[in-house]
């Protein structure tokens, strides 16, 4: 039972242009998401997060959407950069646990 | 650079030996976290601890055991190793169970 999913696995855009990201869960009770990417053969680093009583949160070229009633958020990401080619996998967490849920994962390829 | 490492970074076993991954942290950090990560799966959580002697399961922790003598150490053992278990393992860290954790270098694992 996958409570975190990121449908698309993979999805290449032309540097300069909006990547956008997204990812669905089931678990009405998740009320806190991160976002993080993962270079091959190095351990994932933390991007973003976005608590439950906000829908929006922007750090730079990255801003994270939160859906609370579709339970689904996205991540842009504006310009693309060849350099932001990655897996990017979200997570999930709800109060009172002292653990996160991820997703699958998207593989982000951005062409120069 | 969270102060995270792992070892080893690297490691080809027989089916049937022990292993033991070992993560190493000098942030005094008090939740760390041990995951997998397998393609079409993401990264799946199998034990955590929350502080010193006190761990739990994840949710796919069987096989595998863990122990914390000191905050700074997280050992991962699989007692008898199988092909399953051949993966990329990451240690994470988090100051608050809530808070961003930060992931190790990751331990490629091959069980042959």
């Known amino acids: 039972d996958q409570q975190v999913k990121q449908n698309s696995p993979s999805l290449s855009v032309q540097e300069g242009r909006i990547s956008i990201l997204n990812c669905d869960y089931t678990?009405?009770?998740?009320?806190?998401f991160l976002w993080y990417k993962k270079y091959p053969a190095e351990g994932p680093t933390f991007l973003i997060s976005?608590?439950?009583?906000?829908d929006k949160n922007e750090d730079g070229r990255f801003t994270v959407f939160l859906n609370k009633s579709a339970k689904h958020l996205s991540l842009h990401i504006v310009p693309s950069q060849p350099g932001d080619s990655a897996v990017y996998f979200c997570a999930a967490s709800k109060t009172g646990t002292y653990k996160y849920i991820f997703g699958t994962g998207t593989r982000l390829k951005v062409l120069a | 650079d969270a102060g995270i490492t792992q070892s080893p970074r690297h490691k080809v076993t027989e089916t049937g030996t022990p292993v033991t991954l070992r993560c190493h942290q000098t942030?005094?950090?008090?939740?760390m976290y041990w995951y997998r990560q397998d393609p079409g799966h993401g990264l799946r959580l199998i034990h955590y601890?929350?502080?010193?002697?006190?761990?739990d399961k994840g949710e796919v922790s069987d096989g595998y055991s863990v122990s914390r003598s000191k905050t700074e150490d997280f050992l991962l053992t699989l007692e008898s190793a199988t092909s399953s278990q051949t993966s990329v393992y990451f240690c994470a860290i988090s100051l608050e169970g809530r808070d961003t954790q930060y992931f190790g270098p990751g331990t490629r694992l091959t069980v042959l």
């Open positions: 601890s929350y502080g010193v002697k006190d761990t």
């Open positions: 976005i608590s439950s009583i906000k």
């Open positions: 942030e005094n950090h008090r939740y």
């Open positions: 678990n009405s009770m998740f009320d806190y």
